[in-house]
C-alpha cells in the first residue's frame, strides 16, 4: 500500500488549495478514504473521509462548509479541495486508508495559511 500526497503550499487566508492523493497496491475502488491533519504542537485530527465509492462524505466541524472531499476511482485518486482558507488550517495534511486492521498513511502535505 502506497499512498502520495500533493498539492500543498503557501497560500494566503481566503485563498485555496486542492490536495491530491494517490494510491496503489490495492484495490482503491473498494476503500473509504481520509483526511487527517497535524499543526505544530497539536494532535494529529481527522478533517474529513469519504466512502469506496465517493457517495457519502463526512467532515469535521472546524472544516465543514469550507473543504470538500472527492475521488476518481479511475486514477485511484483522492481530492481534498480547501476553500476560504484559514490561519488555523496551516498543518501537514495527510490521507489515510484502513485495511484488514492497519491504518496507512501517506508522507504528507505541508500547507502553509499566511499573509
Known amino acids: 500500500v502506497q499512498l502520495v500526497e500533493s498539492g500543498g503550499g503557501l497560500v494566503q487566508p481566503g485563498g485555496s488549495l486542492r490536495l491530491s492523493c494517490a494510491a496503489s497496491g490495492f484495490t482503491f475502488s473498494n476503500y473509504g478514504m481520509s483526511w487527517y491533519r497535524q499543526a505544530p504542537g497539536k494532535v494529529r485530527e481527522s478533517v474529513g473521509s469519504i466512502s469506496a465509492r465517493g457517495t457519502s462524505t463526512i467532515y469535521a466541524d472546524s472544516v465543514k462548509g469550507r473543504f470538500t472531499n472527492s475521488r476518481d476511482n479511475n486514477k485511484n485518486t483522492v481530492y481534498l479541495q480547501m476553500n476560504s482558507l484559514k490561519f488555523d488550517d496551516t498543518a501537514v495534511y495527510y490521507c489515510?486508508?484502513?485495511?484488514?486492521?492497519?491504518?496507512?498513511w501517506g508522507q504528507g502535505t505541508q500547507v502553509t495559511v499566511s499573509s
Open positions: 489515510k486508508v484502513y485495511i484488514r486492521s492497519t491504518d496507512y
